[in-house]
């Protein structure tokens, strides 16, 4: 201050003797409050102690130096903070889940026993379409060439099955695809089931590799072996009806045009290899009380075929029921 210049009223005073300070950092003595801005505050503090700097800026997790593993266990810590406190809903929505599967149930065990053919086809159609929907969404393309050309394969042997008049060289071309896709699914079946053994066992470890990998292949082959296990039974089942009613060993009305001889199977049209009272390795042979001998699978295989065909057809139609009901409540 110039001499002679009188201070303004209110304006504060430096004591004598003070180092001079930066714009903005005069404070009113007795407990006034400190006026200036930020940046003009941090360089004051820089200034007074060069030692101390800022607290460090925490460094933003970069996706792409995460591990598979770290980016999973990230993923389940950001999915239990937002569902964190929602337990009343979760409660709520399993309920809705358990109800829905028990409904679904019994519908469809009184439309398999009321109007089974309906009940076959229908589900045949759903196991045929609903991977294709999972495959296209999830970018699956190794099983989606493997179902294209199934597909493509397969539909041709069905239509040389249901031609009228039916050609002499049908019978066997059917026999011999799905014959090949019998072979095929048992092959992926028995490796991918020894793969998981081996992989729960830890003799992965002595061919140096993971757990994961073995697992994942283990699963991806049983389930190859079972999908297109029970789709080539139940098409060879189609075909055969179709060719054994244009033949005339089959007929709606219930009197065949023709008959089989005692050596052929009265179910499958296929001779008989295992004798009447012999022990069969896969299949026995078994007399009805209208003399018709047959060969029937064993119990628990025709269990698993069920069992996959309700998975595969019907489980996603149940859970996308159950998500439309908790869509129209509001339950996240």
């Given amino acids: 201050m110039a001499p002679g210049a009188r201070a303004g009223k209110g304006v504060p005073q430096r004591p004598p003797g003070d180092p001079p300070r930066p714009a903005g950092l005069w404070s009113r003595r007795g407990g006034g409050m400190a006026a200036g801005a930020a940046g003009a505050a941090g360089a004051a503090v820089r200034e007074a102690a060069p030692g101390l700097e800022a607290p460090p800026q925490h460094e933003q997790i970069s996706h792409t130096k995460l591990s598979a593993d770290d980016e999973w266990n990230l993923q389940q810590e950001r999915m239990y903070k937002m569902h964190r406190g929602h337990e009343s809903m979760h409660v709520e929505m399993i309920l809705i889940f358990l109800c829905a599967l028990v409904i679904a149930q019994i519908v469809l065990v009184q439309w398999r026993q009321r109007h089974g053919r309906s009940y076959n086809l229908a589900t045949l159609l759903q196991m045929w379409v609903v991977p294709l929907y999972f495959t296209i969404k999830l970018y699956w393309w190794r099983f989606l060439s493997m179902w294209g050309m199934f597909s493509v394969i397969t539909s041709y042997v069905l239509f040389r099955a249901t031609r009228k008049p039916l050609s002499g060289r049908t019978p066997r071309l059917v026999y011999k695809w799905f014959l090949l896709i019998y072979k095929l699914s048992y092959a992926f079946g028995v490796v991918g089931y020894l793969a998981i053994m081996f992989t729960m066992c830890g003799f992965n470890l ?36 179709y060719m054994a009613s244009t033949i005339g060993f089959y007929s709606v009305s219930g009197m065949p045009t023709r008959s089989l001889s005692d050596n052929v199977c009265a179910v499958c049209g296929q001779k008989i290899i295992v004798e009447l009272n012999e022990e069969g390795l896969i299949e026995n042979t078994y007399k009805l009380s209208c003399n018709h001998i047959w060969e029937r699978t064993h119990f628990l295989y025709g269990q698993i075929l069920d069992w996959l065909r309700y998975l595969v057809a019907w489980q996603p139609v149940v859970i996308g029921i159950v998500q439309g009901i908790n869509y129209s409540l509001g339950l996240e």
């Avoid at 082959?221 to 060879?236: I, K, N, P, Q």
């Fill in 206 to 241: 002595f061919f140096k590799i993971k757990a994961r990998d073995s697992m994942d292949f283990g699963i991806v082959s049983l389930f190859y072996g079972l999908y297109y296990g029970v789709m080539g039974r139940d098409f060879a089942e189609i075909c055969s009806d």
